[in-house]
T-cell receptor, first 113, second 113 residues
Framework: NAGVTQTPKFQVLKTGQSMTLQCAQD?????MYWYRQDPGMGLRLIYY???????DKGEVPNGYNVSRLNKREFSLRLESAAPSQTSVYFC????????????FGQGTRLTVV | AQSVTQLGSHVSVSEGALVLLRCNYS??????LFWYVQYPNQGLQLLLK??????LVKGINGFEAEFKKSETSFHLTKPSAHMSDAAEYFC???????????FGAGTTVTVRA
């Protein structure tokens, strides 16, 4: 049972390049989330999907887009990467919203130069 | 809006000593409160959660936390630290029917032999 799987684990981008971070969960969860983690700031919510077919902005959505491809998959896209987007990105899922336990992937460490 | 403040970005304890991590929350409605742990180069995993049942919540690995409404606190404790407790700990809050799980900045715990 893999849980939440994120790809890639590491990525270096040049400023202005685009990329998509992939996330898949095999727990049949309804809700999925994308967070970024920066030193001294904890985790901040970028976007979330309460259920298949819906997506909503979190605290820091600027510069990102998301797609809930199906119940299992939730991708995060950076259209034009900026150095300020250097961070560790975590995908998470929960059965029915954040008051139920959230399960996290192992993270994607992204550096934008 | 909900938010949490973790007091102390770094805590150092001796093996066998009490671990006390402080978390204060701000919420306009009765909150759900969580503690998560992050081991190096891994995602977060749930230690325990408060969802308006018992005010003293027991979690995994011998941790527990007490919800004190009068003090707006949800401090995490463990009576006797083990070397394996070295990690970063995050307090988080959400409101009923709110998908935004807000995290504190985190507290890094080191355990001295």
């Amino acid at each position: 049972n893999a849980g939440v799987t994120q790809t890639p684990k590491f990525q270096v981008l040049k400023t202005g390049q685009s990329m998509t971070l992939q996330c898949a969960q095999d727990m049949n969860h309804n809700s999925m989330y994308w967070y970024r983690q920066d030193p001294g700031m904890g985790l901040r919510l970028i976007y979330y999907s309460a259920s298949e077919g819906t997506t909503d902005k979190g605290e820091v959505p600027n510069g990102y887009n998301v797609s809930r491809l199906n119940k299992r998959e939730f991708s995060l896209r950076l259209e034009s990467a900026a150095p300020s987007q250097t961070s560790v990105y975590f995908c998470a899922s929960s059965e029915k919203g954040p008051h139920t336990e959230a399960f996290f992937g192992q993270g994607t460490r992204l550096t934008v130069v | 809006a909900q938010s949490v403040t973790q007091l102390g970005s770094h805590v150092s304890v001796s093996e066998g000593a009490l671990v006390l991590l402080r978390c204060n929350y701000s919420s306009s409605v009765p909150p759900y409160l969580f503690w998560y742990v992050q081991y190096p180069n891994q995602g977060l995993q749930l230690l325990l959660k408060y969802t308006s049942a018992a005010t003293l919540v027991k979690g995994i690995n011998g941790f527990e936390a007490e919800f004190k409404k009068s003090e707006t606190s949800f401090h995490l404790t463990k009576p006797s630290a083990h070397m394996s407790d070295a990690a970063e700990y995050f307090c988080a809050v959400s409101a009923p029917n709110d998908y935004k799980l807000s995290f504190g900045a985190g507290t890094t715990v080191t355990v001295r032999a």
